[in-house]
């Protein structure tokens, strides 16, 4: 495996499955994999549904595991090198190490934070998690600040999750993700539930998020505007396997895989509809 940055993330014919149980076979969602994500770029994955893209996002995060748990991705093949950590046979208490240093988005993130608290608590539970000895103020300037960009009022720190749009709910997990000053956010459709007039706040957050603590960002995602706006390079993966990967217009202007070049006019034609039903 090719040494990496202690910020890089690095994967050498890297494998991902799920375990057989209770009678459900073995699945192998992931196969043979390779690409580095060099610190401080942003790197995407496309694919359709079930080509694996989700569980690589949840695997890259450090929400793998080695164990026999059947609704846990485990690598099984290869290795994966996140921050400088190995993510094949990682310890539990090198795992939380790594974790507190990575924000994650995981899909429809909106629809599963804590329902039973104000949005306040909700975003200060990932530090509160690590420490209870935190500047409040600053992180109640920084929460704010994020806020203000999405445009949500700070009113609704008082409020409750089910009290909130779906739309709503998916950018106070945004905001959640970031607020720990990630090394890294993965984020798994960040605009998924997002109205079409606000996803660019979503971008913008992203990207300003990015320049100000120089962190690497690793997105799922078929958002044409975002992708054209925040993506260095991107991965297509079908049934697993990897079909395509560089940038954006090497990949889909050129494409050299059938599926690459249906994903490609699928992404534009659902651009276009977007931007007509807006």
């Not at 090719?2 to 209770?22: K, M, N, Q």
């Not at 610190?39 to 996002?57: D, M, N, P, Q, R």
């Not at 009113?155 to 709503?168: D, H, I």
């Not at 954006?248 to 050129?254: A, D, H, L, M, P």
Request: aromatic share 4%; charged share 25%.
């Amino acid at each position: 495996m090719a040494e990496a940055d202690g910020r890089d993330i690095v994967a050498s014919d890297l494998s991902i499955g799920y375990p057989a149980h209770a009678g459900a076979p073995a699945h192998q969602a992931v196969e043979g994999v390779s690409f580095s994500v060099p610190a401080g770029s942003v790197f995407a994955i496309l694919g359709e549904s079930g080509s694996g893209k989700s569980t690589l996002a949840r695997t890259l995060a450090g929400r793998a595991d080695h164990g026999r748990t059947r609704s846990i991705p485990h690598i099984n093949g290869g290795e994966a090198i996140v921050l400088g950590q190995r993510l094949r046979e990682i310890t539990h208490r090198r795992r939380e190490a790594l974790t507190a240093r990575i924000g994650y988005l995981p899909q429809d993130a909106g629809a599963s934070i804590p329902g039973d608290r104000t949005v306040q608590d909700v975003l200060l539970e990932p530090i509160a998690e690590r420490t209870r000895r935190f500047d409040r103020k600053r992180v109640g300037a920084h929460v704010a600040q994020m806020l203000d960009r999405l445009e949500l009022p700070l009113t609704v720190l008082a409020a409750y999750p089910y009290e909130l749009s779906r739309g709503q709910r998916q950018r106070i997990a945004l905001v959640r993700a970031f607020v720990t000053e990630p090394s890294l956010l993965v984020a798994d459709e960040p605009t998924s539930g997002v109205d079409v007039s606000s996803r660019p706040l979503v971008t913008a957050l992203i990207q300003a998020e990015r320049a100000r603590t120089g962190m690497t960002v690793l997105l799922v995602s078929h958002d044409i505007p975002v992708l054209e706006q925040l993506v260095d390079e991107l991965l297509v993966l079908q049934h697993g396997s990897m079909v395509g990967r560089g940038t954006i217009s090497s990949v889909f202007g050129e494409p050299d895989h059938p599926y690459v070049a249906h994903l490609g006019e699928a992404l534009r034609n659902t651009a276009y509809d977007e931007l007509y039903e807006s």
